[in-house]
């Protein structure tokens, strides 16, 4: 089965940086356009970045543009998210998703904290 398991959250003062990894099974990975999505507390669930199946395009949600880079090890069946300059309001629960056949998949998610 699919399976999208998050890591490398964790607590980051401002200005900080964090690697977020997602390493995908049960499925060609290599097939599968990748995305992040974040969950801050009380809002809706917004996509932060997505990657082609060959890393040949990328998109930014307005507010990472120029901080965040998605990108994808296919070999590995990963995907990351770097995060740089991290801000307060990039506090929230970050989720890898992928979508196939008629259906979604999402991950656990891991925690992003960004406070000083």
């Known amino acids: 089965q699919v399976q999208l398991v998050e890591s490398g959250g964790g607590l980051v003062q401002p200005g900080g940086s964090l690697r977020l990894s997602c390493a995908a099974s049960?499925?060609?990975?290599?097939?599968?356009?990748m995305y992040w999505y974040r969950q801050a507390p009380g809002k809706q669930r917004e996509l932060v970045a997505d990657?082609?199946?060959?890393?040949?395009?990328?998109n930014y949600a307005d507010s990472v543009k120029g901080r965040f880079t998605i990108s994808r090890d296919n070999a590995k069946n990963t995907v990351y998210l770097e995060m740089n300059s991290l801000k307060l309001e990039d506090t929230a629960v970050y989720y890898c998703n992928t979508a196939g056949g008629g259906r979604d998949y999402w991950g656990q998610g891991t925690q992003v904290t960004v406070s000083s």
């Open positions: 049960g499925f060609t990975f290599s097939n599968y356009r």
């Open positions: 990657i082609t199946r060959a890393s040949g395009s990328t």
